[in-house]
């Protein structure tokens, strides 16, 4: 299996912008996980869905994030607009039945927002 | 509120070294506990996983414990080498969330 994978890996955008970050989980795993990592904070969950459905998005900082998880081999996690405080590495990641399994993660996408 | 500590920060060792990373956790209403490897620049990579009726787990020269009761995890790793270096983060999981650790960032040297 080619493992979770994310797109893009790195991204530059100037503060004000769209970034809309995407998501292909493990085939067959039926719970997708956002994460954003940074040194101050480190690993936050932003939301978790269960069968293509939001279960949990209590992580989401603001309305200017918004996550959609329209089938079960593809999510996007958007931000609108942008800021620089967004900066950070979001990571994806999938397990077989939620957190109680092990979770696999992509290798991140690296945001910077000037 | 589920905290999770990771000690210490940062460790450095000369190869052939075992070593103990330690994690604590204030609520022991878990359903598993998690230990991942983070290289620069990529993602997680899950090492482990303890449920919370398990004691331990070996993988080759690592060997992760639980004590739910007191709140704590180790990760031993046996005869360590450069290719250890990395960020060692725990993960505990209760409910929907799973929660992280700081991190141990390890260096083991040539």
């Known amino acids: 299996d080619a493992g979770v994978i994310q797109s893009p890996r790195h991204e530059v955008t100037e503060m004000g912008q769209e970034v809309t970050l995407r998501c292909k989980p493990i085939?067959?795993?039926?719970?997708l996980f956002w994460y954003r990592q940074t040194m101050m904070r480190g690993l936050e969950l932003l939301i978790y869905?269960?069968?293509?459905?939001?279960?949990?998005d209590s992580g989401m900082p603001e309305d200017r994030f918004s996550a959609k998880m329209p089938n079960a081999s593809f999510s996007t996690l958007k931000i609108q607009p942008s800021e620089p405080r967004d900066s950070a590495v979001y990571f994806c990641?999938?397990?077989?039945?939620?957190?109680?399994?092990?979770?696999?993660f992509g290798e991140g996408s690296w945001l910077t927002v000037v | 509120k589920q905290e999770v500590t990771q000690i210490p920060a940062a460790l450095s060792v000369p190869e052939g070294e075992n070593l103990v990373l330690n994690c604590s956790f204030t609520?022991?209403?878990?359903?598993?506990l998690q230990w991942f490897r983070q290289d620069p620049g990529k993602g997680l990579t899950s090492l482990l996983l303890?449920?919370?009726?398990?004691r331990e787990q070996t993988s080759g020269r690592l060997n992760a414990s639980l004590d739910k009761s007191s709140g704590r995890s180790t990760l031993y790793i046996a005869a360590s080498q450069p290719g250890d270096s990395a960020t060692y983060l725990c993960?505990?999981?209760?409910?929907?969330?799973?929660?992280f650790g700081a991190g141990t960032r390890l260096f083991v040297k040539a």
């Open positions: 990641a999938s397990s077989l039945a939620g957190a109680g399994d092990t979770i696999y």
């Open positions: 085939s067959g795993h039926n719970s």
């Open positions: 869905f269960n069968n293509n459905v939001p279960i949990d």
């Open positions: 609520d022991s209403a878990i359903y598993n």
């Open positions: 303890i449920q919370s009726s398990q």
């Open positions: 993960a505990v999981s209760g409910g929907f969330k799973t929660i």
